[in-house]
């Protein structure tokens, strides 16, 4: 029913429309045809003008004999042709309009070829040829009762006329065709604005139902964008506790092997490292976790604290494969965002780099101040990221072909996670090739 009616609203409303352009058409063509009947008038003028400058130069030339009026003859019959053409041009396709130029055309031509004999015979005249005189008089005196000119404006001044009352004829027309298209604009409107009243009423109860299902639609999104938060949230945890694990076990598997006391000591170092380093990440989720509850989202922090923390987790998985840990001196940065967000990305990119760079190589970290932003750029003499992959380095659970030198798993999904926590922050994580050979992951932080 509802829609019944604001179809029916639409229809009423487009048909007025369309008749009031189709009126405003009416109006247009009707200025257009004023217009082109003044032209036409001015062209009927104009070529009625030429008659009388023609007859005039022939007679000054019959009286005179002076070969100037001969010149300015030809010269007024040069414009009346052109006169002609623009006039031919005016009329369009009205039949009997171009019935009247014809024969314009043909008294013209008519006129020409008289005028062109008496031109001859008053030059015989001139010469002094016999008899030529006297019949230069005679034909002299048939010109009043010749007729030509007098048709010639006869018909000029019925193509005028004709205009005219053509004129009047579109302009009845255009006149009843706009009263009959108000009439029903009017109408148009009254029914609209029934139309409208009834659809209004609609409208509120439609509205009302689509608030109930936009509360409905909203509720769901927030119970989806938790329970993805949530997923995300295990996903972190996960990947973290499983570096953290790894740690343990790759100890665990190097105790037995260990050939000496101080080696032994190192790794079971290293076993208490990553369980208190597992310990503590837990600690900081669940401190994260607290400070959202709380509100308090955001501190303060000190990126060459967070960095020095960092390489010293990771610094026996990389003496283990003999490689070393590098932090290039740099200014001091303090940066804004949540530290386990913070330790989180930089774990990562270090991870990352242990795994995959050759053995005996060194992974370098390098600390900047752009200004607007902190800057850590991870860099290691690895691999790098095949072209062909790089559209995929970020996605989630999409291995790349290149496999770490230490025979470490890898999920796919550590990348994928750090880049949300940047990104998250108000900062990004992004990847180029090192000059020279290698991978250089670059992360942007905002300052505090």
Known sequence: MYTSLLVAVVVVLLASSLLSLHTTARLSESVAAVSHTQRLQERINRLWGLLGDRDTHILRYLLLGRELHVEEFHNILRQMEKAQA???????????????????????????????????????????????????????????????????????????????????????????????????????????????VATLLAFRRLRRREDEALRASIEAQQAHRIASERQASLEVVAHDLRGHFGNLMLAAELLPTAHSDDARSRLAESVRGSATSGLLFLRAVLEQAAGEARGDTTTRLELEEALQAVCAE???????????????????????????????????????????????????????????????????????????????????????????????????????????????????????????????????????
């Open 86 to 196: 623009q006039l031919q041009q005016e009329v369009g396709d009205d039949p009997v309009q171009h019935a009247a130029l014809a024969e314009i055309d043909r008294l013209h031509q008519e006129r020409i070829e008289r005028a062109e004999y008496l031109i001859a015979l008053k030059r015989r005249a001139m010469a002094g040829e016999p008899g030529a005189q006297a019949q230069l008089d005679e034909e002299f005196e048939a010109i009043p009762s010749n007729g030509n000119a007098e048709a010639m404006r006869a018909l000029l001044e019925a193509m005028s006329e004709h205009e005219v009352a053509e004129l009047e004829r579109q302009q009845h027309q255009r006149e009843q065709s706009i009263r009959q298209n108000r009439i029903i604009v009017l109408g148009a409107n009254f029914l609209a604005v029934i139309a409208g």
């Open 314 to 448: 990771f610094a026996d998985a990389a003496a283990a494969k003999g490689m070393r840990i590098e932090m290039q001196p740099g200014p001091a940065v303090a940066l804004r965002g949540q530290s386990a967000a913070l330790m989180h990305v930089l774990r990562n990119l270090v991870s990352n780099a242990v795994k995959y760079a050759p053995v005996g190589s060194s992974v370098e970290i390098v600390a900047e101040d752009l200004g607007d932003r902190g800057r850590v750029r991870v860099l290691d003499r690895g691999p790098g990221v095949p072209a062909h992959e790089r559209a995929r380095l970020f996605q989630r659970y999409l291995p790349l072909s290149t496999q770490p030198t230490g025979g470490e798993p890898a999920t796919g999904l550590g990348l994928a996670l750090a880049r949300q926590h940047a990104r998250a922050q108000g900062g990004d994580l992004r990847y180029e090739d090192r000059p020279g050979g290698g991978a250089c992951f670059i992360l942007d932080w905002p300052l505090a």
